[in-house]
């Protein structure tokens, strides 16, 4: 099957656990770092709250490799400072958008939950080119990464002009949520084993970390565990307090935006000014700039492979 290419993974370059945190966290954000373990047969969740991204990417360093280890997770959205507890009440703001394309079903033959064939994979992956395709042109390049098992898309969400700010929890989780349920219905396919996770955006949501290893299912022959990873980040990024962070968060008002084009197919028209005429001539008096832009674009092409670097380039 051939992928088609919006995003070409950057595989000369290598990103540290502590790259990875800083795409997700401020450099002294309070972290929830969540490591799924064996204990005495049994395989439990334990939390370790650290303060800040280095001291997080410390303890994930001195234990990700250790073979107990099955997953190691961190808070999605931020936690209040000092918090000691990952509940609803905890959470600062939401900052991330994150679109983790998976399968649906997990399960082999012989009712096994397992890891996925490389052929899975590169549906998900095709699939997550598709979703960057139609997300990018009003949210910028996400991250990329390999969660493991499938791929995740990341955006910084919050202020554009200050970065201390995030988008208020009630809005915030409005926001995902909509937009994660545009996301399956538009992509999600009956002949696809694909799930995108709507449940991403509760408040409490933990996502793995990227450069951790996925031991959660058997390693297998053609279905083998494997090592999650960042495959691009976008080419302009900005750095904030010595943290590596997105140059531009995307806003509140532009997803809303985005969610009313796109579930109603247009910008809503006020009949009083010839909203439907207007809109007959191509033109809808008051309607958004990005409306109209969306409106008479043509459809996005996606990149074939290479494409997306060399145009970077131009």
């Known amino acids: 099957m051939a992928t088609s290419t919006f995003l070409e993974p950057n595989f000369p370059q290598q990103y540290s656990i502590r790259d990875a945190l800083l795409v ?3 450099l002294t954000d309070t972290i929830c770092v969540t490591a799924f373990k064996e204990v005495d047969g049994k395989t439990i969740a334990t939390e370790h ?24 997770w961190s808070n999605l959205q931020r936690l209040k400072p000092g918090s000691s507890q990952r509940k609803k009440e905890s959470i600062e703001s939401y900052t991330n958008l994150l679109i983790d394309i998976d399968r649906k079903s997990k399960k082999d033959a012989q009712g096994r939950k397992v890891n996925a064939t490389e052929e899975e994979r590169e549906v998900l992956l095709e699939s997550a080119n598709q979703v960057a395709a139609f997300l990018s042109p009003e949210f910028g390049q996400p991250v990329l990464a390999d ?12 202020d554009a002009t200050d970065w201390g700010k995030g988008i208020p929890v009630e809005d915030g989780q409005r926001l995902y949520k909509c937009l994660l349920l545009l996301l399956k219905r538009r992509f999600e396919r009956p002949d696809l084993n694909l799930e995108i996770d709507a449940s991403l955006a ?4 933990v996502v793995t970390v990227w450069g951790t290893f996925n031991r959660k299912y058997p390693d297998l022959l053609g279905r083998p565990q494997r090592q999650s990873r960042v495959l691009s980040m976008p080419e302009r990024l900005l750095q904030v307090r010595s943290g590596m962070k997105h140059a531009v968060q995307v806003t509140a008002s532009t997803i809303d935006l985005f969610l009313t084009v796109h579930q109603t197919g247009e910008s809503p028209a006020n009949p009083a000014n010839g909203g439907d005429a ?37």
């Not at 969660?147 to 919050?158: A, D, K, P, T, V």
């Open 24 to 26: 997700r966290h401020g």
């Open 202 to 205: 509760d408040e409490t949501q």
């Open 147 to 158: 969660s493991g098992n499938g791929y995740h898309l990341s955006w910084r969400i919050g």
């Open 49 to 72: 709250f650290c303060a800040g991204v280095d001291e997080a990417a410390a303890l994930i360093e001195r234990s990700y490799q250790r073979e107990d280890i099955k997953a190691i």
């Open 278 to 314: 207007q809109r007959a001539e191509g033109h809808t008096a008051g309607e958004p700039r990005l409306a109209r832009k969306l409106r008479r674009a043509r459809p996005h092409r996606l990149l074939v492979a290479g494409d997306f670097l060399r145009e970077r380039k131009l």
